[in-house]
Every structure is written in C-alpha cells, then in structure tokens.
Nanobody
Framework: QVQLMESGGGLVQAGGSLRLSCVAS????????MQWARQAPGKEREFVAA???????YYADSVKGRFTISRDNAKTTVDLQMDSLRPEDTAVYYC??????????????WGQGTQVTVSS
C-alpha cells in the first residue's frame, strides 16, 4: 500500500519560515521524482517544486529563490524548506510521487496534504 505522509504545516507570519516533510512508503523510491504541489482556496492545484532521484530540482517561478526541495533517498523522504513566506503562499500543500509518464501535472500518487497559512 502506497503512503505519502506529509507533516510540518502550520500558521506563520509573513516573512517567516516553515519546513514540510513527506515520508514515502510502499513504492520503489528510486523510480519516482518527488514533488510538492499546492492548492489555495478557490484555485486549481499548482506545481511548486520537484526533485528527481539523481538530484535535479525544479521550481515554480513563484517560489524560486525562497523554497528549497531536498530528498533523502535512504530515508525515502522529501522536504520543502519554505523561507520568506508570503500570504499568497497560503494553501494546502501536497506531496506526490511521479514516474513522469505524463509530466508534472499527473503524479502517480498523492499525499493527504498539510495546511500552510501565512498571515500578513
């Protein structure tokens, strides 16, 4: 059974930092790029960041320079360090595992999500 368990969400003031973590189980971790996506109220879910097994990383323009994705292949975890947070970063953040058959928009597995709220 595949499980992606996120943790680390919460409430933070603008300019602050949060670190999200995701632990993956039930998958062959090396086959998957790991990514984070988010969905704000009334908006569609959007790509945030991704990290491949080999260490290549990708970011949405809106978070470039503020967020850092990292994965630990031995521990099958992927983290998202979020700095200089803005109110517009408020969203439910989802961890996902992606074999990249259909691109970043169609991961194979999703976590349940964790709420991040940034107050102004």
């Amino acid at each position: 059974q595949v499980q992606l368990m996120e943790s680390g969400g919460g409430l933070v003031q603008a300019g602050g930092s949060l670190r999200l973590s995701c632990v993956a189980s039930g998958i062959t971790f090396s086959r998957y790029a790991m990514q984070w996506a988010r969905q704000a109220p009334g908006k569609e879910r959007e790509f945030v960041a991704a990290a491949t097994w080999s260490g290549n990383t990708y970011y949405a323009d809106s978070v470039k320079g503020r967020f850092t994705i990292s994965r630990d292949n031995a521990k099958t975890t992927v983290d998202l360090q979020m700095d200089s947070l803005r109110p517009e970063d408020t969203a439910v953040y989802y961890c996902a595992a992606n074999e990249l058959r259909y691109g970043w928009e169609s991961p194979d597995y999703w976590g349940q999500g964790t709420q991040v709220t940034v107050s102004s």
